[in-house]
């Protein structure tokens, strides 16, 4: 595997010296990194020992909030300077890595009701609040009625307390004729489906989702490629999966919080708020395709915490009940059965960080999908679209074993070719959870179009070349 990060010495900063966090622990033997001085501040990265496979796993295990990034042998931990402690004490080897600059944004209006003014609201230089992407549907069904219709497909888990929150919404954009847009399975047209901040930290796939709505009810009719794919296709769009842990990033003004979950604080309401104790539930280890395996938490204050119950969330119910309204079930129970070649269809769930391209099976890597050929075949091409800097893979050969994905419960219950893209490179401006906003424009989306248009293009036929 390619190195993924800038060599730490390059963090050092003249007049600035900061004690590194460096262990040598029977339990994680071997070289760690060298790094005598970093920049001072309240966000740390740091660099740990955890070769694929067990060490990985204990990592994950144990609480910590691990990124989607690996660089060799070594993952990486977000945290405050306890966070340093905490994996010493747990047996680690780690380094800081690098220290994040707390980013500058006045935080935008707390409220859930969207207006149309909404659609301009943004913070941290341009990232569009939960209020202008809900705006922006509406306008775009608006100004297109032959091409989008916007579906509430549920509530999300404040709103289903009567305690704020918003509702969840799609949008299905499609030259419209009989039939097109509607909750049925057994529609005319093939589906390509594609959703944005699931994890609500991650601002790239949400702005993403804006400008690939924009790309195609903008192009119809004057973009040849659009206009085929439109006429034979219905792209739906989830811009953001998880809008009361969005609201809750947004809220935090000058100091975000890097919130991953949802907002329900029922199951640890004494979670502290740091990077490595919050509320919530991860809805990315809450559904129920082999929910409490590898990769999740019982503690419900981590960061992969997978919640009571499998499919316990309002947004994890919504999604699924969403999905099963638009594809047919095609694939059998066995772990090893794959769907038929006819099968059609294919959901994209976007992340960041680390350039990756993921696909089923994400609970394990000893075991392949049936449509392994298949799945790892569109991996690769979409990997190539983006860069020579992206990798593909099951999650557990190039990151580590997750379990209780959305991108596993849409092919193990579903059949339909499911992937993660995680987006964004490891290190540099355009790097994190929160690049800068210029980067969108200069760096992701000229990637991410083509990787966009490849997959809707591949939505009548995944399995069948």
Known sequence: MKPRRRPLPALAVAGVAVAAVITASPTAAGPVPDVTSVLAGPTYVYKVRAPLGVAAQDLLGRGFDVLEDRDGEYLFVLGDAATGTGL????????????????????????????????DETYYGGYHTVNAHWAHLDLVAQDHPDLA????????????????????????????????????????????????????????????????????????????????????????????ANPDGVDMVQQGGDTPRYQRKNANNTNGSNCSGTTSSQIGIDLNRNADSHWSGPGSSDNPCDQTYKGPSANSEAETQALQALWRGLYRDRRGTGVDEAAPADTTGVVVSMHSYSNLVLF???????????????????????????????????????????????????????????????????????AGFFPAYSCQESTFWPKLLPMLVYAAKKAPSPYGG
């Open 360 to 430: 089923p099976w994400g609970w394990t890597d000893d075991r392949h999908a049936g449509n392994d050929a298949a799945l790892r075949g569109m991996a690769r091409d979409m990997a190539a679209l983006g860069g020579e800097e992206w990798e593909h893979g099951q999650p557990g050969e190039v990151l580590y074993n997750a379990a209780g994905g959305t991108d596993d419960w849409v092919y193990d219950d579903l059949g339909v070719a499911s992937f993660v893209w995680e987006i964004g490179p490891a290190w540099g401006t355009c």
């Open 149 to 240: 219709t916007v579906v509430d497909y549920g509530d999300s888990w404040r709103k289903t307390q009567g305690s704020g929150g918003y509702d969840l919404r799609a949008v299905c954009i499609t030259k419209k004729n009989a039939g097109d847009c509607a909750l049925d399975p057994n529609a005319p047209k093939p589906r390509f489906f594609v959703m944005g901040q699931l994890h609500a930290r991650e601002l790239t796939t949400g702005d993403v989702a804006w400008r690939w709505i924009d790309h195609l009810v903008q192009g119809y009719g004057t973009d040849a490629e659009v206009t085929a794919l439109l006429d034979t296709t219905e792209v739906w769009v989830v811009p953001i």
């Open 88 to 119: 010493e004490q747990a047996g680690f080897s780690a380094v800081v890595d690098e220290v994040l600059p707390a980013p500058q944004w006045a935080p935008p209006k707390a409220k859930a009701q969207v207006e149309a003014a909404d659609i």
